[in-house]
């Protein structure tokens, strides 16, 4: 097979057998289709339960993204801090993609579970080992809320993790109160092209609202993995006025297919969503990943949209666009001064 590494044989020879074994288990990972309305669910929750040192983070930033490796992130919006898709494999390990495949991790995360800071929630996109491994299966507190697929919170609560909820699409889950709210909503995904992806895990992409006394501060549009599929469209109508999208690209390949967005596909959606800026993730780490960053990164040059790109390292943490909240004064003009 042409432009397969030594170090990634091990790889394509696991994904060949995927592709020959799709169909008998395409039930067992069946994609959840998007539903027709919008189910609410609000929860309160305490304060986070996986208390470490916060690395990078100064206090003035009120709404930050670290970026740890793979698609791996710390989110801290406001008093709420959030972390996507965790994947604490070091380089050299392995992450199982199901049906024997696996790849081989190609770098460090920035951080461990340990040196975290504490965490009010986790937001899974899907249940793959480059996104939830074993560190994460073993370490995380399992009484931490996990929102995530109803597939994957199924898998998760016989792990033990016991407050993991699966919202299905365009389904939301409060974090918070009336004074500061996070808001997730789940979103369309497509692991791959047709009938391929019914193969592989469900996965969903988030709306990730930030709200502060029924004023939106903060929108973020996690893509998970994805394909860019016309389904996609609907996330603009439904949801404008995206200040950052998170882009999860890499151009994964299984057996030659692509399974998640490469430059192409991404700086396409991009076009679609029309963000505030774009932070890419999910590239370079693993040797599945077929389409590097660079690729994107000359992507948008090429179309005169570089300006919109946000480079975050690995181990670095980044300030969010958070908009203040109204004075009281503004909303109300039995308030104002005479």
């Keep these: 097979m042409a432009g397969v590494n030594a170090d990634d044989r091990d790889d394509v020879d696991d994904a060949v057998m995927t592709v020959n074994e799709a169909a008998g288990n395409a039930v067992e990972h069946a994609y959840d289709p998007p539903g027709d309305g919008t189910v609410s669910v609000s929860v309160r929750t305490g304060p986070g339960r996986c208390a470490g040192a916060a690395t990078g983070y100064s206090a003035e930033m009120d709404a930050s993204l670290t970026f740890v490796g793979t698609a791996t992130t710390v989110l801290r919006l406001g008093r709420h801090t959030l972390l996507t898709d965790p994947n604490f494999l070091r380089r050299g390990q392995r992450a199982d993609l199901g049906y024997g495949l696996s790849s081989r991790r190609?770098?460090?995360?920035?951080?461990?579970?340990?040196?975290?800071?504490?965490?009010?929630?986790?937001?899974?996109?899907?249940?793959?080992?480059?996104?939830?491994?074993?560190?994460?299966?073993?370490?995380?507190?399992?009484?931490?809320?996990?929102?995530?697929?109803?597939?994957?919170?199924?898998?998760?609560?016989?792990?033990?993790?016991?407050?993991?909820?699966?919202?299905?699409?365009?389904?939301?889950h409060v974090l918070g109160d009336d004074a500061e709210r996070v808001r997730v909503t789940a979103v369309p995904g497509q692991h791959g092209p047709a009938l391929l992806h019914r193969a592989l895990p469900s996965v969903m992409g988030s709306i990730v609202d930030l709200e502060r006394r029924g004023h939106r501060s903060l929108r973020i549009y996690i893509t998970g993995?994805?394909?860019?599929?016309?389904?996609?469209?609907?996330?603009?109508?439904r949801f404008p006025d995206v200040d950052v999208m998170i882009a999860h690209l890499g151009g994964t390949r299984v057996a030659g297919v692509l399974v998640t967005m490469d430059a192409v596909q991404g700086a396409d959606l991009v076009d679609v969503i029309r963000p505030g800026s774009v932070v890419p993730v999910h590239f370079d780490d693993y040797g599945v990943f077929r389409s590097p960053l660079t690729h994107f990164t000359d992507e948008m040059r090429r179309r005169g949209t570089s300006d919109q790109v946000r480079y975050v390292a690995r181990g670095e943490t980044v300030s969010l666009p958070a908009r203040p909240v109204p004075d009281r004064t503004s909303l109300d003009p039995a308030l104002r001064p005479a």
């Design 225 to 237: 993995d994805t394909l860019n599929v016309p389904a996609l469209r609907e996330v603009r109508a």
């Design 106 to 172: 190609l770098t460090e995360p920035s951080t461990t579970i340990a040196d975290l800071p504490r965490l009010d929630a986790v937001l899974l996109s899907h249940l793959h080992g480059d996104h939830f491994d074993g560190v994460a299966r073993r370490e995380l507190d399992h009484a931490l809320p996990v929102l995530t697929t109803p597939a994957a919170a199924q898998q998760l609560g016989r792990w033990g993790f016991g407050a993991a909820t699966g919202l299905r699409t365009w389904e939301s």
